[in-house]
């Protein structure tokens, strides 16, 4: 079946300007999550979805970020006034439940640039 | 000094060496996951346990729950288990992993 996808695969943007990432989550999995990964570095997590609520957006970094869910399904990440800073990949994994003894699986993510 | 601490850092191997990666938590845990990302791919999660120790092919991992440590072993390591492997806690009574830094192993032919 098919997988988490998102889209786009990359993205180079100025900085300033706003970007939109999306997340297309396995059909049937209520809980999808936000991460980035920085170059060289671990997993950070930013935001956790279960339906189209957002119990837990702990994880963003400034209120540049903000995240949504329609139809307890696609998710869009958006940045505000990108900063040099963002750059990173953005991961995005859904899961059946939102236990963390339940697998994740992970969108091949979208690497943004911001110059 | 972070929850899940993973050891070690970097590791270059020699095909058909026999690989431990090790994994320490701090945190009581529902699960304990192994994730494996390879160069300029998606994630995959490569096992899921609470207690024992799980076998897929040349993988391996165990766990201990009394002294909060875990391990993945590669047995017969060939140059495609090039990856950066991640364990991470699956904190108990929450939705969260909680993410170890990584383990970048590279297996020369």
């Known amino acids: 079946g098919a997988g988490v996808s998102q889209s786009p695969s990359n993205k180079v943007t100025e900085k300033g300007k706003d970007v939109e990432l999306r997340c297309d989550p396995i059909?049937?999995?209520?809980?999808l999550y936000w991460y980035r990964q920085s170059l060289g570095q671990g997993l950070e997590f930013l935001i956790y979805f279960q339906g189209n609520s957002a119990p837990d957006k702990s994880g963003l970094p400034s209120d540049r970020f903000s995240a949504e869910r329609t139809g307890g399904s696609v998710s869009t990440l958006t940045i505000q006034r990108t900063q040099q800073e963002d750059s990173a990949v953005y991961l995005c994994?859904?899961?059946?439940?939102?236990?963390?003894?339940?697998?994740?699986?992970f969108g091949p993510g979208t690497r943004l640039t911001v110059t | 000094k972070n929850e899940v601490e993973q050891s070690p850092q970097n590791l270059t191997a020699q095909e058909g060496e026999f690989i431990t990666i090790n994994c320490s938590y701090s945190?009581?845990?529902?699960?304990l996951h192994w994730l494996q990302q390879h160069p300029g791919g998606g994630i995959v999660s490569l096992f899921m346990l609470s207690s024992g120790k799980k076998k897929h092919g040349r993988l391996i991992a165990t766990i201990n729950i009394q002294e909060k440590h875990s391990s993945l072993h590669i047995t017969a390591s060939h140059p495609r288990d090039s990856a950066v492997y991640i364990c991470?806690?699956?904190?108990?009574?929450?939705?969260?992993?909680?993410f170890g830094t990584g383990t970048r192993l590279k297996v020369l032919a």
């Open positions: 991470a806690a699956g904190s108990a009574g929450t939705y969260k992993y909680i």
């Open positions: 994994a859904s899961s059946f439940r939102g236990t963390a003894s339940t697998e994740q699986y």
């Open positions: 945190v009581g845990i529902s699960a």
């Open positions: 059909s049937g999995h209520t809980a």
